[in-house]
T-cell receptor, first 112, second 106 residues
Framework: KAGVTQTPRYLIKTRGQQVTLSCSPISGHRSVSWYQQTPGQGLQFLFEYFSETQRNKGNFPGRFSGRQFSNSRSEMNVSTLELGDSALYLC???????????FGQGTRLTVV | GIQVEQSPPDLILQEGANSTLRCNFSDSVNNLQWFHQNPWGQLINLFYIPSGTKQNGRLSATTVATERYSLLYISSSQTTDSGVYFCAVGDYKLSFGAGTTVTVRA
């Protein structure tokens, strides 16, 4: 069974641009969550989706948004990029809510 | 939110040594996982262990939910065990500790 797939793996963007990251969960998994990892703040929760609905959102500005499609694939978007958005963005999938999470390889975003 | 504290922050081991990593959390939880982050950033699942004891090869873990802590044991450590180990707890979201950086020297 294929694992969680995130694309792209690496990305370099300019301040002020926007970016879209993609996550394909493990087949059959319906819950997708996103996390941001930085050296200063560690791993922080961004949002959680289940059945195309955002159920929970972390403490991030409105520039961070996301969605989930009917096939459970998810995208997250960051608009008006800031230097501080440089981070490793990790996606996790679970069969359903409150169950074991499996992470993808991450997308490393660098904002210059 | 739930506070998660991991100790020690850094651990240097000689190959073949045993070690214990600890995770304390501030509230009762339905989900507790241990991960190993590989050099490329991926979080590798080690244990899903909201309570009880599990073993997988040279690794084992114990969670005492009533006392809000979990332990990860590494026995006969190998250089490939090096990396950052994270404990994460929660329900709809995972709250992560700061991690324990393990360095195993040959």
């Amino acid at each position: 069974k294929a694992g969680v797939t995130q694309t792209p793996r690496y990305l370099i963007k300019t301040r002020g641009q926007q970016v879209t990251l993609s996550c394909s969960p493990i087949s059959g998994h319906r819950s997708v969550s996103w996390y941001q990892q930085t050296p200063g703040q560690g791993l922080q929760f961004l949002f959680e989706y289940f059945s195309e609905t955002q159920r929970n959102k972390g403490n991030f500005p409105g520039r961070f948004s996301g969605r989930q499609f009917s096939n459970s694939r998810s995208e997250m978007n960051v608009s008006t990029l800031e230097l501080g958005d440089s981070a490793l963005y990790l996606c996790a999938s679970s069969p359903t809510v409150n169950t074991e999470a499996f992470f993808g390889q991450g997308t490393r975003l660098t904002v210059v | 939110g739930i506070q998660v504290e991991q100790s020690p922050p850094d651990l240097i081991l000689q190959e073949g040594a045993n070690s214990t990593l600890r995770c304390n959390f501030s509230d009762s939880v339905n989900n507790l996982q241990w991960f190993h982050q590989n050099p490329w950033g991926q979080l590798i699942n080690l244990f899903y262990i909201p309570s009880g004891t599990k073993q997988n090869g040279r690794l084992s873990a114990t969670t005492v939910a009533t006392e809000r802590y979990s332990l990860l044991y590494i026995s006969s450590s190998q250089t490939t065990d090096s990396g950052v180990y994270f404990c994460a707890v929660g329900d709809y979201k995972l709250s992560f500790g700061a991690g324990t950086t393990v360095t195993v020297r040959a």
